[in-house]
């Protein structure tokens, strides 16, 4: 039976948390990023009275580190209550001593993961696959997921299959890219939900709980006569772990139709190149697949969702009997091993597999790579280059890409001119300021365009890690397909510039596709007299159709003081034409986003969005630059080479352009370097 779903929009973190609370009785928080959005929603939940599947409201619990949560969940799911917590990076090596008992003990609970960097050199609050490698040892269960889709079914997969298994489950997704991308999924009914969950396994989990009227003794000390023998006792649960997995996933299938599988690949059935990977960056390897498939190239991708246990069989039997070499992408990096973590699995499934076969076996080349750490952007043009790797003679057995290695060499670059967005896919830019209401209201915007016009539709945004008053970037995607492109725009038809300073501090208008449409909030009068000339050379280069409005004074008319989101965003939609009545659905979205607030405020944002488009004005491109404005340094000339070649850099917004000799080895910087960044937000 199929169930026909509610499809709505929302982030990764909300996805996972939804099928989480609706799963459990204690859910144990501290908040740390990017993860902290899952506890704040269940403790609002909560707080609201919304009950879980039995009916019950969830006691969420805020301690005081991540030591106290796992050690409360610890201590609940001993006594039988169904347990969960949310974590990330240093928060979840904080759970390790708490991960070890719960897995030791044979406890269903579930550690949900926005899976982010460990600081090493530096503290990065971006994402990758680090903290969950750290916890790799510890016996619990690791499933991931690589869409918002997937968050949320995942998420329901790892509390039926711990029950189940009687194992611990990690579930993680990648940090900001998953966590904060919003998209919109078929949503899981209760009903869904029950018909996935085994009612015998949660009671068999509460007759286990310690209990007076049951008492047992758990968690004591042992000698070297009988530890071993006791670590060794527990290995049929984990040899039946990834076959009850499986067997919820289909169990999944049968209710919303939607196929998973512990290792899923995708590509040319006859593949002789693949790839494996797991996480967001399966989207990207999968759009570059789909692009050289078509021409003729025999290519495919393994994604891996159960990591632990790692089933060799299953995985070694998902890749076609044509595959000749793999390239393993790792989201992490281990100093001084032969290898990263998944590489080294896959190597030594590939081994047993031809260890145990009968008769001579071909084993394919295994090339290891690193990829996207601390959120470093990975596109199909990056994926191709591994492709285009394994196709050659002698390969680079380890590589890096999305970064230029000059010290070790180890980079590839990209497939120069490699595009495999969708042509129905419709794109928009905003550049803002952080606390400006630029990505709140980008986030109402993709909601509404999800729900109201029925596009499939996508909003990802890059945070700066200064936080308020630096730079935002939201990045939207719509269209009627499925969006599955886990990167950043590169060429967008629609670009809007909130502050009109960083059209002289970033590369606004490199954005912009040739005949695309550019939004400015500046004052319309005398535009290109205020801008560098190079502006209105490219914008004319490009044929671009500029638009600009005045959107601070119409908010300060309004009385919303700096806000100008409302402003921008109706103005984005007039220019669109994505909504019809577009107007009366902003205002709707205003009442239910700013109600509690009161009616004053919602007064003043309807007021904006009435005014707003009074001041939108169409400003053509002049033939002839008149303006004399140069574009200024980022740093001054006087500056230290170090802060010129490298703090310059970074501050223009071309960090990624940095070389690897360019960085220190040990995060080491020069100080008084502030001094050379005027930020201009008091």
């Not at 039926?160 to 904060?180: I, K, M, N, Q, Y």
């Not at 076959?243 to 999944?252: C, D, N, P």
């Not at 989201?331 to 990263?340: D, S």
Request: with cysteine; aromatic share 6%.
């Amino acid at each position: 039976m199929t169930n026909k779903n509610r499809r709505e929009a929302m982030d990764g973190n909300e996805a996972a948390a939804r099928a989480a609370y609706a799963l459990s009785e204690v859910i144990a928080i501290y908040p740390i990023t990017p993860s902290s959005t899952m506890g704040e929603e269940a403790d609002a939940w909560a707080n609201a009275k919304r009950p879980n599947l039995w009916g019950e409201v969830p006691l969420v619990a805020e301690l005081q580190s991540e030591g106290g949560a796992s050690g409360a969940l610890h201590g609940a799911a001993t006594s039988g209550a169904l347990a969960a917590t949310f974590t990330s990076s240093q928060g979840l090596l904080l759970m390790i001593p708490n991960l070890y008992k719960v897995a030791g003990e044979l406890t269903p609970a579930v550690f949900h993961v926005a899976a982010r960097s460990v600081a090493t050199h530096a503290l990065s609050i971006f994402g990758d696959h680090s903290d969950v490698m750290a916890v790799r040892q510890t016996g619990a269960a690791m499933l991931a997921s690589a869409s918002v889709q997937e968050a949320h079914d995942m998420a329901l997969v790892a509390h039926a299959a711990s029950l189940e298994t009687r194992l611990p489950f990690v579930h993680f997704f990648d940090g900001f890219r998953t966590s904060h991308e919003i998209s919109d999924i078929e949503t899981l009914s209760s009903d869904d939900i029950r018909a996935v969950v085994d009612e015998a396994a949660v009671a068999a989990h509460r007759a286990r709980g310690l209990s007076p009227d049951r008492p047992v003794l758990r968690g004591s000390a042992q000698n070297p006569d009988v530890f071993f023998q006791s670590r060794e006792a527990a290995n049929p649960y984990y040899d039946k772990a990834p076959g009850i997995v499986e067997s919820v996933l289909k169990r999944l299938k049968a209710r919303t139709g939607r196929a998973y599988r512990l290792y899923d690949y995708y590509g040319h059935p006859q593949a002789e190149r693949v790839v494996v990977a797991m996480g967001s960056g399966v989207g990207a390897v999968q759009e570059a697949v789909d692009a050289l498939v078509a021409r003729g190239e025999k290519v495919g991708v393994l994604q891996v969702r159960l990591y632990r246990p790692f089933d060799a069989s299953r995985f070694v039997a998902a890749l076609p009997l044509t595959t000749k070499s793999i390239a393993v992408l790792d989201r992490t990096k281990e100093p001084g091993a032969p290898a990263e973590p998944l590489c080294l699995d896959v190597t030594s499934a590939l081994c047993e597999a031809s260890s145990a076969a009968e008769g001579p076996v071909r084993r394919p080349n295994v090339l290891g790579g690193r990829y996207g750490l601390s959120s470093k952007e990975f596109t199909p043009a990056m994926a191709a280059a591994v492709f285009a790797e394994l196709k050659k003679p002698e390969p680079k057995r380890r590589f890096t890409v999305g970064i230029r290695d000059d010290v070790t060499k180890l980079s590839l670059p990209p497939v120069e001119g490699f595009d495999t967005e969708d042509p129905k896919t419709k794109r928009a830019v905003f550049f803002g300021l952080g606390a400006d209401g630029t990505v709140g209201a980008n986030k109402q915007s993709i909601k509404m365009i999800a729900e109201k016009t029925g596009l499939r539709a996508q909003g990802y945004f890059v945070y700066d890690s200064k936080k308020s008053g630096s730079t935002t970037i939201s990045h939207l995607r719509f269209g009627p397909n499925p969006i599955r492109s886990t990167y950043l725009i590169q060429k967008s038809e629609f670009v809007a510039c909130h502050q009109e300073r960083l059209l002289t501090h970033l590369d606004v208008l490199g954005a912009c596709k040739e005949g695309g449409t550019l939004l400015l909030n500046a004052v319309p009068d005398g535009l290109w007299d205020r801008l560098p000339a190079s502006l209105a050379r490219e914008a004319a280069r490009k044929k671009l159709k500029v638009y600009a409005v005045d959107a601070a004074a119409v908010a300060k008319e309004a009385g919303l003081g700096r806000r100008i989101n409302t402003v921008m965003q109706t103005c984005f939609f007039a220019i669109t034409g994505l909504l019809p009545d577009f107007q009366k659905e902003i205002k709707a979205s205003i009442e239910k986003a700013y109600g509690r607030k009161g009616p004053e405020i919602v007064a003043k944002n309807s007021r904006a969005v009435d005014r707003a488009l009074e001041g939108l004005r169409e400003v053509d491109v002049p033939d002839a630059v008149t303006s004399t404005a140069l574009r200024p340094s980022p740093v001054p000339q006087s500056a230290p080479p170090f802060v010129r070649d490298v703090t310059g850099v970074m501050i223009a917004g071309a960090g990624d352009e940095l070389p690897v000799s360019a960085l220190p080895i040990d995060g080491t910087f020069p100080t008084a370097t502030a001094q050379y960044e005027k930020r201009s937000i008091a």
